[in-house]
């Protein structure tokens, strides 16, 4: 193995690493930094609804957008979006992709 450097690697896909031997001492070991985001499964709201009264009309509007995903190859990963909602009409005004780590599924290539 070479040192020194800083490996950068999409780590949705398979991946692994050889042990390294030698040193126990921590100032000339491997650093690995290892990050990802988290997909906590619910979503956050924020303003003047509450999670009840926001609920309801968020799944309808999600039905189509479902719809079309189903019509789609199958994927894997996180898209975590924002969405701001005019409190005057209901309407949406801002859409904005916060993290997408979607690729296609390899079972299905």
Do not use: M
Request: aromatic share 8%; proline share 9%; net charge negative.
């Amino acid at each position: 193995p070479r040192f020194n450097r800083l490996a950068v690697f999409d780590p949705r896909f398979p991946h692994g690493v050889r042990p390294v031997r030698g040193t126990r001492d921590p100032r000339g070991a491997r650093l690995v930094l290892h990050g990802w985001y988290t997909d906590v499964g619910v979503p956050f709201y924020e303003g003047g609804l509450k999670e009840e009264e926001a609920t309801g009309p968020l799944n309808s509007a999600l039905e189509p957008l479902y719809a079309e995903l189903a019509e789609c190859g199958r994927v894997v990963g996180v898209l975590n979006v924002q969405i701001s909602v005019s409190g005057a009409d209901g309407h949406v005004t801002e859409l904005h992709a916060l993290a997408d780590t979607l690729v296609p599924d390899p079972l299905e290539l």
